[in-house]
Each structure stands twice: as structure tokens, then as C-alpha cells.
């Protein structure tokens, strides 16, 4: 997928994350978590799967995470990625990509 | 040198005599020397020992550099007094190299991180160490090593002579002019005042600092004349509205009413829940709602609880008014109903912190206590607790009265939610052990009870009672398959903190904090 525009999903609440997603040249991730001493390797690895399951390459991500579990990480990802493409009001690939 | 739970304590820490946790009840039946202060005759009798400014009492009691200062928390995050004379004596007096030795810090003195960071204060002995101070003590920047004692490790350590104070500050919410003190009858009460009580005894100097002058004598006096050097009247010693919070409600989260009837579900299965019992549990949200399903099954049973002790908040007083409970015995008031209870409701009285928990007396209340019910920031399969650093590492909490209740109680419950966020509370190792898993006995999550095998007698109760109950791993695990397994904090070599066991052995050490990079 490519990012046309910048969007966000998400917000700063407890277990939450608040994602935004930007037109960029390949995947710059920036990150930061309250729980990123213990899972901040995890958080990381799963951002960097949901945007390749998304097919999206190239792309600025900002995370604040708040100690959000990985479910909630992935479905606030795609939700960004969604936005910023068009797709989030309709046309969203339902079992397809999300999963 | 590997101790009794496991934790690599470095061999450095281990002169004079120092040596690593053996477990529970090591230093049963020895002997140890109890120190005297060197303190000044007031012989030609004294109208009066008020002084103008703290600057004054720190002058008149021979303040100078390389001082040990202590001080007590019953003000909790609304004290002024830590702050106020630490001001004075570095600003005003320009002392430096000074030790804090305090009952506990909270975020009311972040202020003193300064003067850390500039090398004034060089050493910090307390319970608890949160907000900025904790931040700044991680970051390796206090220039000898803090020490976390418990409420009774504190009060042995003190007469054993391992802490030497040179003067001890009390606030007090109510003096007369040669300091009696109490804790009630002025405008920024907080009722016992049991921590401070040790430090007046064994201290060089005592120095009274007060908001609310009283006429002589201020009786029942919880610090005596006799101990006390000054009497200085500040403005304020504190923030009233931080000192006593009005009464925490009683939750009403479902999964927290859960868990405080599965404590009591559980207290209730042993032989020691009869007439006469005794009890004391903590002020958090699951701990005190037990007090609730507490009442119902002493009324189901037909009994009366014989006493209690704390920490104490609302729902034990109002036990007590009720005819529930026997006698309330008291160390520090939480709520403004504790407040205006202690000394006031019959059978509500104030002791000393070495009385309430100190293992090197002759018996402190927590020996007698049937049933303890606390909390956790994590817990380990081997039982371990940690209520001191965060999941970063960082120097956030208090032991507080945590070890010694565990260790003299016949039963601690600990209870917490098996999560907290993307936390496992239930965990393969606590970041640091604040409380050894020889002390607790049983834990109630939100997703099912385990029980130490150290106590097949409490399983034997449980399952003739009919409660469910599971391992402490399979919970860890239930933990880990919701939020994912944790990665190991990782921390530099140098030593910041050791966290002593309330016998005075080594139970842990906390280490600087590595910045964390991906």
C-alpha cells in the first residue's frame, strides 16, 4: 500500500498506542514505549510485520506506545495505514490483509 | 556471593561483619548491642526551646558538614519539612556531604534530586524513593549507594548503631513550647506519629518543627520534651490535602471486588480465622475492599476480630466503632477518619514503628499478626516480591512494612492482577526481591490462586474448603500468553541502591539503568 497522506489512529490511553503514519522513502520507525525496557524489541518487530503484511514500503511511522498489547498494535497500524491511503471509509480489505 | 534467593550480591558490599540474606529468621537468639546517643544537659531549666528559623536549631544543635539528618513520612506527599530544612542547611549554612536517613521519600521532595546532582547530598537511607530522586539515584548520580530498609529494618538498624542520626527533624502537627508533640489537634494532622518516635530516642539532636504552637503540656505526647533540642514554628509543615486524603472509595471494579472476596474466601479456610484474630492490610484498592467481605464473614462465623494493625484508613476504624474489632494499634494514618480516630475512639492507640515491625526486638506486633494482605508490583515463581523498582528498573516504590509483615505473619496473602497494561505482575524473576518467597504464602490474581509449597498445610485448607487453586508458574504462564514474554532489563555494574532485609543482611541490589536502545 502507499502512503498518500499523513494520518493517525489511536490514542495516548493506558495499553493503547497512538500510530501516525507520513509519505517516506523506505520504513523509518520511531518509537517509544513505557514498557520499552522489556518489550520495546517485540513492539518493534511487530509494527515492522503489520506493514509488510500491508505490502507498505515506503513510509515515516511514529509510535508512542503505551503499553498496548500486540493485538491492539497491529489493528491501530493498520488503521493509520488505512487512513492515509483512502481506505478506512470503505473498501477496507476484510480478510485479506487484516488478520 | 550468591544469597538465600538468588541474587549475585557483590562481595565489596560484604565488610564489617555485612553478609547475604540466609532466609527467614536467621539472626533468631543472637545478641545485639544497642547504641546511645551523645546528648546535650539542659541542666538550668528552660522557659522555653522555641528559636526563630530552622537555620537557628540546625546552628544551636552543631549542624556541619558530613551530617546524617533524619526524618519520618507521616505527611506523605504533602510535606514541607524534608524540603524546608535541607534549603537551610545547604543555602543557608552552605553544608554539604549531608545523609538524608528518612522513614520514606515520596514525590514531595523531589526538590532534593539538586541537590544530589550537585553533590550536597551524598548519601540517602529510606523505605521509599519515587518521582525525581528515584530518577536521579538510578541514573548512578548519588555518590554512595542508597539504602532501602523496611519499617522495621529501619528502627534495628537505627539502635544497632548502623545508622547514626546527628539530628532528627519531626514534623509534628501540634507542639508546646519545649516539644511535646503530637500528630492531631492542629491544621495539618496526621495523626500517629510512630515512625518518627525511634529517631528521637537514638538521635544526637532532636529539632521539633511545627505549624500550630499548643499550650504546655501537649498531652498524650507521641515525642517527649525530654528528647527534644528545638522548637521551631513554621507557616506550614504541609500540605493538608496531601497528608490525609479524604477516605479512598472502596473499588467498584468488579475484577478487584473479585479478588478481595477470593483473600478473604481464602483467610477464612484457616484455623487461624477465629475469635480474637488478628490483621492488617494494605491501602490499595483489592486490599482494602477485603476489609469488606471481611465483615461479612466475621458476622457469618459469629466472631470479632481481636485486633488490628497498620497503615491504618477508614473501613478499620469503622470496624472498631462498630464493636468488629478488639483494639487498633497504629504506626501511620492514611485517611482523615484515621486521623481523627487515633487516640480519640476507645481502644485506638499510636505505637512506635520498632514496636510495630522491628526484628531484632523482643517482639514487635507483626510477630503476633495471623493475616497480612498486601500488594505486588511483581511477584516470581519462587514467591519473590518487588514493590520497589519499575519494569525500567527505576527506583520507584517502598518495601515499607511489606518484608515484616510477610515474615511475622502466620498467613500473607499477596494480591494483584495477574496484569497491569502489557505488565505480567506474575513473572519468572522480579526485576529486584524487596520481599523474600520464604515470607509469602499465598497469591490471589484475577485469574486463579497459587499457593507456596512451602505451606502444604494452607494447600490442605484450601482444598478441604473447596477454593480452586493452581501453580504459581501455570499463572506465569497464563501472564506471558497475554502480554508476551518479557526481555531481561538491562542495567550497567555499578550499584545505586542495596535493599536490605529487614534482619540487616543483603537481600538485593539495584543497579544504574542503561539507556535503552533498540
Same mark, same amino acid.
Given at each position: ?68 498489547l ?29 488478520r | ?18 553478609e ?12 545485639? #548491642?544497642?547504641? $546511645?546517643? %551523645?546528648? &546535650? ?5 528552660? /522557659?522555653? *526551646? =522555641? ?60 526538590p ?9 547530598v551524598?548519601?540517602i #537511607?529510606?523505605? $521509599?524513593? %519515587?518521582? &525525581? ?5 538510578? /541514573?548512578? *548520580? =548519588? ?66 518543627i ?29 500540605n ?31 484455623p ?68 481523627n ?69 502466620k ?37 486463579g ?13 484450601l ?44 537481600l ?11
Open positions: 500500500m502507499e502512503i498518500l497522506k499523513s494520518a493517525t489512529a489511536g490514542t495516548l490511553e493506558s495499553s493503547d498506542a497512538l500510530v501516525t503514519v507520513e509519505p517516506g522513502e523506505g520504513i523509518e520507525l520511531e518509537l517509544s514505549s513505557s514498557v520499552i525496557n522489556q518489550y520495546g524489541r517485540q513492539i518493534r518487530a511487530t509494527i515492522l510485520e503489520t506493514l509488510d503484511r500491508l505490502q507498505v514500503q515506503n513510509a515515516r511511522v511514529t509510535v508512542v506506545d503505551k503499553g498496548a500486540d493485538c491492539t498494535l497491529k489493528a491501530r497500524v493498520e488503521c493509520a495505514v488505512f487512513r492515509s491511503c483512502g481506505k478506512s471509509a470503505s473498501n477496507i480489505p476484510w480478510g485479506g490483509v487484516i | 556471593m550468591k544469597n538465600a534467593v538468588g541474587r549475585d550480591i557483590p562481595d565489596f558490599l560484604l565488610e564489617n561483619g555485612k547475604v540474606y540466609q532466609g527467614k529468621n536467621y539472626m533468631d537468639g543472637k545478641y545485639m #548491642q544497642k547504641v $546511645g546517643p %551523645r546528648t &546535650r544537659r539542659y541542666e538550668t531549666p528552660q /522557659e522555653s *526551646k =522555641l528559636v526563630d528559623t530552622i537555620a537557628d536549631a540546625l546552628r544551636q544543635c552543631g549542624a556541619k558538614d558530613g551530617m546524617t539528618f533524619s526524618f519520618h513520612h507521616h505527611l506523605r506527599d504533602g510535606d514541607f519539612v524534608v524540603n524546608m530544612v535541607m534549603k537551610a542547611a545547604i543555602d543557608e549554612l552552605g553544608l554539604k556531604d549531608l545523609t538524608i536517613a528518612a522513614s520514606s521519600l515520596g514525590s514531595a521532595h523531589d532534593i534530586a539538586d541537590y544530589i546532582e550537585q553533590g550536597k551524598i548519601g #537511607q529510606t523505605s $521509599g524513593i %519515587r518521582g &525525581r530522586m528515584g530518577q536521579v539515584v538510578s /541514573e548512578g *548520580k =548519588l555518590k554512595t549507594p542508597a539504602i532501602i530498609r523496611s519499617h522495621g529494618g529501619r528502627p534495628r538498624a537505627i539502635e544497632a548503631g548502623e545508622v547514626h542520626i546527628d539530628i532528627a527533624f519531626v514534623g509534628a502537627s501540634t507542639s508546646d513550647c519545649v516539644g511535646n508533640s503530637r500528630g492531631i489537634g492542629g491544621k495539618s494532622n496526621c495523626g500517629a506519629l510512630g515512625y518518627a518516635m525511634t529517631d528521637a530516642k537514638y538521635a544526637d539532636h532532636v529539632v521539633v511545627t505549624d500550630c504552637l499548643v499550650d504546655f503540656p501537649n498531652m498524650p505526647a507521641s515525642i517527649e520534651a525530654i528528647d527534644v533540642d528545638a522548637v521551631v514554628v513554621v507557616d506550614s509543615i504541609g493538608p490535602k496531601k497528608i490525609a486524603s479524604a477516605a479512598a472509595r472502596i473499588s467498584q471494579n468488579p475484577r478487584e471486588l473479585m479478588m478481595a472476596e477470593d483473600v478473604v474466601k481464602v483467610i477464612a479456610s484457616t487461624y480465622f477465629k475469635d480474637g484474630f488478628s490483621f492488617q492490610t494494605g491501602a490499595g484498592g483489592p486490599s482494602l475492599a477485603a476489609n469488606l467481605f471481611l465483615e461479612k464473614y466475621i458476622d457469618e462465623r459469629g466472631i470479632k476480630m481481636g485486633w488490628a494493625i497498620g497503615g491504618i484508613t477508614r473501613p478499620m476504624v469503622e470496624l472498631l466503632k462498630k464493636g468488629k474489632v478488639g483494639k487498633v494499634i497504629d504506626v501511620q494514618d492514611f485517611d482523615l477518619d484515621a486521623v480516630s487515633i487516640n480519640q475512639t476507645p481502644n485506638h492507640f499510636e505505637m512506635s514503628a520498632s514496636q510495630y515491625a522491628n526484628p531484632a526486638n523482643k517482639g514487635a506486633f507483626v510477630n503476633k499478626l495471623d493475616f497480612v494482605v498486601l500488594a505486588a508490583l511483581e511477584i516470581d515463581t519462587g514467591f519473590n516480591v518487588n514493590v520497589l523498582t519499575g519494569s525500567d528498573g527505576v527506583l520507584r516504590g517502598a518495601p515499607g512494612g511489606h518484608p515484616d509483615t510477610a515474615a511475622g505473619s498467613v500473607c496473602v499477596i494480591v494483584t492482577p495477574l496484569v497491569r497494561g502489557r505488565m505480567a505482575t506474575v513473572c519468572e524473576h522480579v526485576v529486584t526481591v524487596t520481599t523474600p518467597g520464604d515470607c509469602v504464602d499465598v497469591l490471589v490474581t484475577d485469574y490462586i497459587a499457593v507456596n509449597p512451602l505451606r502444604p498445610d494452607l494447600i490442605e485448607c482444598d478441604k474448603a473447596g477454593i480452586p487453586h493452581v501453580t504459581i508458574e501455570s499463572l506465569k504462564e497464563k501472564a506471558y500468553s497475554i502480554v508476551g514474554r518479557p526481555d531481561d532489563v538491562q542495567f550497567e555494574d555499578k550499584v545505586v541502591a542495596i535493599l536490605e532485609a529487614r534482619d540487616g543482611t543483603i538485593d541490589v539495584v543497579r544504574q539503568i542503561k539507556p535503552f536502545t533498540l
